[in-house]
């Protein structure tokens, strides 16, 4: 059995979970509040920031070539996305510029990019495969999901379609294989790592929709 298999077993009941969120299931119903969608947007962007940095280290620690340049991609798409969101979603949906520049990150998102960083810096290769992931595998899972029960003229299709298409599911692909061969030649306990850490990056993806929903802010 491949390690994304066991994984996947792994983190069943947090993906369940992920998928009857209130924030997903209005999002497809089309119902969500917009200064929630708004919040969750300011958010991804400042955590795609981070997230291409590591996807950056991804593609400079990798040994092998392709995965140098498949990394090196999406990280580079992962800015292009940020940036494309203040000329897109910003826009239709009513953020202004200062509320960009004056957006710092929820308690959850602080913990999620930093733990991604921790990974880059500090834990192997392999489990810094591991902890990025959830983002790209998640985000594929549940576009598809609403894709398929989303309400007609839903204001946030775009968003939908965007996850939902076969473009993001190759480069999805891509990613799990990379994850999958390192596995392979990692010893059992490197392994344990990493499906640690790939657990770890499920429960933060789960605290990222939940902190957008709930209106999450710093206690202090």
Same mark, same amino acid.
């Given at each position: 059995?491949?390690?994304?298999?066991?994984?996947?077993?792994?983190?069943?009941?947090?993906? !369940? &979970?992920?998928?009857?969120?209130?924030?997903?299931?209005?999002? !497809?119903?089309?119902?969500?509040?917009?200064?929630?969608?708004?919040?969750?947007?300011?958010?991804?962007?400042?955590?795609?920031?981070?997230?291409?940095?590591?996807?950056?280290?991804?593609?400079?620690?990798?040994?092998?070539?392709?995965?140098?340049?498949?990394?090196?991609?999406?990280?580079?798409?992962?800015?292009?996305?940020?940036?494309?969101?203040?000329?897109?979603?910003?826009?239709?949906?009513?953020?202004?510029?200062?509320?960009?520049?004056?957006?710092?990150?929820?308690?959850?998102? #602080?913990?999620?990019?930093? #733990?991604?960083?921790?990974? &880059?810096?500090?834990?192997?290769?392999?489990?810094?495969?591991?902890?990025?992931?959830?983002?790209?595998?998640?985000? /594929?899972?549940?576009?598809?999901?609403?894709?398929?029960?989303?309400?007609?003229?839903?204001?946030?299709?775009? /968003?939908?379609?965007?996850?939902?298409?076969?473009? #993001?599911?190759?480069?999805?692909?891509? &990613?799990?294989?990379?994850?999958? !061969?390192?596995?392979?030649? !990692?010893?059992?306990?490197?392994?344990?790592?990493?499906?640690?850490? #790939?657990?770890?990056?499920?429960?933060?993806?789960?605290?990222? /929709?939940?902190?957008?929903?709930?209106?999450?802010?710093?206690?202090?």
């Amino acid at each position: 059995m491949t390690f994304s298999t066991q994984a996947w077993q792994a983190i069943t009941p947090i993906y !369940a &979970a992920i998928l009857d969120h209130p924030f997903n299931r209005e999002l !497809a119903q089309g119902r969500l509040d917009r200064a929630r969608f708004q919040r969750y947007m300011l958010q991804d962007a400042y955590y795609l920031q981070d997230y291409a940095r590591a996807l950056a280290s991804v593609a400079a620690r990798s040994p092998q070539p392709d995965a140098v340049a498949s990394f090196a991609d999406d990280a580079a798409n992962a800015v292009r996305v940020e940036r494309a969101l203040h000329t897109g979603y910003f826009a239709a949906f009513g953020i202004p510029p200062e509320a960009v520049s004056a957006t710092r990150p929820t308690p959850s998102c #602080f913990a999620y990019t930093s #733990f991604l960083l921790a990974c &880059a810096h500090h834990r192997p290769y392999e489990v810094l495969l591991a902890a990025v992931l959830p983002c790209y595998w998640i985000y /594929w899972e549940v576009g598809k999901h609403i894709y398929q029960h989303a309400a007609p003229a839903n204001p946030y299709q775009a /968003w939908i379609d965007t996850y939902a298409g076969e473009a #993001f599911g190759a480069v999805v692909r891509s &990613a799990i294989g990379w994850t999958d !061969a390192a596995a392979q030649a !990692a010893t059992p306990a490197r392994q344990a790592e990493m499906m640690e850490a #790939f657990h770890r990056s499920t429960q933060l993806e789960w605290m990222f /929709w939940e902190s957008a929903y709930r209106d999450e802010a710093w206690p202090i």
